[in-house]
């Protein structure tokens, strides 16, 4: 019976908590959790290895998931209570994933090899189900470096909390390590905690939005660190989604011609400022509308992560003064000077497929 109450409470937690982050929620999670801890610590035999293990997973879970967030390789929404450290609602789901070992998950306390399989298919799994599903975790492209660390730090993850379910003498050592490391990143988290979510702006008429825009400067994409001539083309579907083209010659003005396909699906009641653009599924990066000009004529698409950005016009060129307002604004969100990168531009250009 204590497998079943251990597992269908797991998923009852793991639900909760993500759909209330979805709707910018988070107590409706962090309650679930306590109650699931709560009746398993009341049911435990040894409380106080089962909070020791669950003290580490919280260590455990605020290193990688932070990690993660100061590589640029995800972003978190809702970010409380800093932006620059695992949010407590995925603090949350480590603790309701630990207490598994002593129940749902017990037979892998002796099984290391199956639950760094366990750890490395499943944890990465979990994320791309957050992010798909209800947008909470969004990912920097290419798409396949942060799922291998989720892979790498999962599969580390999972054995080492099944070792520690099993031996709990060996706790108080690696939980004092673990503490201090958690404690130097929030330490450092509460430092950079200057640098709140960008704020999109207030309202964004699709329809004047549509179109094309030359993209004058950006901190690029791997793709894209080499673009001349880049240009995003927007057109507005049926359904509401955006169906988006991104066009760019390669290393030179008559280089190989590039086009990336993606779909933007505009987030509900943001004002049409928040998207998630999907280039390939189930993935849908996060995408700002932080600044717009009023004419429609210049905008800055950025992400919290402050990992790319992107200053585009309805021109191939703009004045000096213009460029440097714009790439003032960037800098201004928290973005590296040093990064940003002015795109060659230069039009017409010979051979250019009919848009």
């Not at 049926?238 to 190989?256: C, H, L, M, N, Q």
Request: glycine letters at 6%.
């Amino acid at each position: 019976m204590s497998f079943w109450i251990s597992l269908i409470g797991y998923q009852l937690a793991w639900f909760t908590t993500v759909i209330s982050a979805a709707h910018g929620l988070i107590w409706p999670g962090v309650v679930i959790v306590t109650l699931y801890a709560s009746q398993q610590l009341l049911r435990s035999v040894d409380r106080k290895a089962e909070l020791a293990l669950v003290a580490m997973a919280v260590m455990l879970g605020l290193i990688l998931d932070t990690l993660l967030l100061r590589m640029g390789l995800i972003s978190y929404s809702p970010a409380w209570p800093l932006p620059t450290l695992a949010p407590v609602w995925i603090l949350a789901l480590w603790i309701a994933f630990s207490l598994t070992f002593t129940q749902s998950l017990r037979y892998l306390q002796t099984r290391p090899l199956m639950a760094t399989l366990l750890g490395s298919i499943g944890g990465p799994l979990a994320y791309l189900g957050a992010a798909s599903g209800w947008h909470v975790v969004s990912f920097s492209q290419p798409i396949w470096l942060p799922l291998l660390w989720l892979a790498i730090g999962w599969g580390l993850a999972t054995p080492l909390l099944g070792r520690l379910a099993r031996s709990a003498s060996r706790a108080p050592q690696l939980l004092t390590a673990l503490l201090a490391c958690g404690f130097a990143l929030t330490v450092h988290g509460a430092d950079g905690a200057s640098r709140p979510p960008i704020k999109p702006v207030t309202e964004v008429d699709l329809s004047r939005f549509m179109g094309d825009w030359y993209v004058i400067a950006t901190i690029p994409t791997i793709f894209e660190r080499s673009a001349y001539n880049a240009v995003e083309t927007y057109r507005l579907q049926p359904y509401g989604e955006v169906a988006t083209s991104f066009r760019f010659r390669k290393d030179s003005y008559d280089g190989p011609l590039k086009v990336i396909h993606s779909t933007g699906f505009v987030k509900a009641r943001s004002g049409n400022a928040l998207w998630g653009v999907q280039v390939f599924w189930p993935i849908k990066a996060q995408y700002i509308v932080a600044y717009l000009k009023e004419d429609y004529s210049q905008t800055i698409v950025a992400r919290d992560a402050r990992d790319y950005t992107w200053i585009m016009a309805r021109t191939s060129s703009i004045s000096q003064i213009d460029y440097d307002a714009l790439v003032a604004r960037v800098i201004a969100m928290g973005y590296p000077a040093s990064k940003i990168r002015k795109v060659p531009q230069a039009w017409p250009e010979p051979n250019t497929p009919g848009r």
